[in-house]
């Protein structure tokens, strides 16, 4: 875990009287364990280049005593990463750069803005490039990524899912290390201490003067507190902007704006639809005539019709979907030559050799104008700890994208295109939870 501070133009040597660090001497120090080290690379009237980094005590990391983190996202290719664990530990060596509180002769450069560029790094995080920007460029940073700029370039293993951050700004030292201090635990998405009032008053001490105007103030205010017992303190009492929305939820959402993106949308068939929460939301999406709800289990089926019955009474708009017992083995000619065909979340529970049938029934005989099949991202389940199980028990496989990729192009037949995205959180490494494939019957696109 490494820090590297990069000061360029006039006076900026005062950078080390603000930091308290003779440029001449290795700074090493002991903190909960783990050796911090600051030294500085470069020095000189006009260029300043000064790096704090921590080798961590693995043993520390995963021993039983009082001490120890919990480390479940660092497991494979998330070894020892920049986040909350690293900003609490260098805090002692960057304290006087951090309190604006050098000796009194140099107390006048704490109000100076410099050209700095603030390196750091490797982050592991689930927040896409343009999520980072938008949380460094409303403060007057400019974003590079490690392919970016090749002065920060750095030899990281094959498809590791870490990857090192620079954001360069004419920023006072203060503001530039407080703002980190704020920012980077929200890029791990993580906090390895326990959170209480004293995290309000950090956040309102390093947070002032930028937080209170920056764009994304009330998403920065509640992943650092993380409790909404604590968000009153800022005026915050609307949670559900940053409620976690379950993963079933999103694959639902995604399906309707693709079925609401096609312009032949009449006619719908939901396979194994379950309850019917997805069929429901398919009969409000205008132009949909007609949604046949295709279920082979009975109890599931009542309740899908009690939430028909309920919808259709309390909601305008709302087409009343089909409940029909059915499955994907055997032929129902109500099912031809329908406009959209989904199995969402169906295939994984099938036993794989009878798939090619199932597959040949739907393409070759139903024939729909757009088939959409979701299934889960075997390869995501290490995120979720669960590298030798299924998410489900009844699961019969579980395919990596690859797999899905590869069975998806051989049973598409000369009749169809195949479009593959996926839902839910990114992982740079490992994907999405949810992976999905369109199939688009090509005189559909003539």
Known sequence: MQLTIKGVGEQVHVLSHLLAKNPVNLYERVQKDHLVRLFFSKFSENEVEVTVFVT???????????KAYDITHYINDREFVVSSIFTSLIRSALATGLNGKPKEEYAEW???PFDLTFSFGPVATDLEELTIRELF?????????????????????ERSSALYISVRGNVTLQNGLQQLFILIPLLDNYKHYYIDEREIEKLERYGE??????PLRE???RKTLRFKELYSHFGLTDVRRVEHIPLNELRYERIVEKVKSLSKRRKIVDFGSGEGKLSAKLAFVDGVE??????????????????????????????EPIPLWGSVFYFDERLQGKDVMILCEVIEHLDEERLPKVMELILNQ???????????????????????????EDHRFEWTREQFKDWCNKVKTDDYFVEFEGIGDIDRVKGTPTQMCTFTRKEETL
């Open 219 to 221: 998403v920065i205010i």
């Open 110 to 112: 704490v109000s100076h």
């Open 366 to 392: 139903y024939m729909p104008a757009t088939l959409i099949i979701t299934t889960p991202n075997n390869e995501f389940n290490e995120v979720y700890g669960m590298e030798e199980e299924r998410r489900h």
């Open 56 to 66: 961590p005590d693995p043993l520390v990391l995963v021993n039983g005593t009082d």
């Open 290 to 319: 007609e949604v046949l709800a295709v279920e082979p289990s009975t109890s599931e089926t009542v309740k899908a019709v009690k939430r028909f019955e309920r919808l259709k009474e309390e909601k305008e708009g709302f087409i």
């Open 137 to 157: 460029e409303p403060l007057g940073y400019t974003v590079l990524f490690e392919t970016e700029e090749p002065d920060y370039t750095f030899s990281l293993k």
């Open 209 to 214: 003067g930028w937080l209170e105007h920056h």
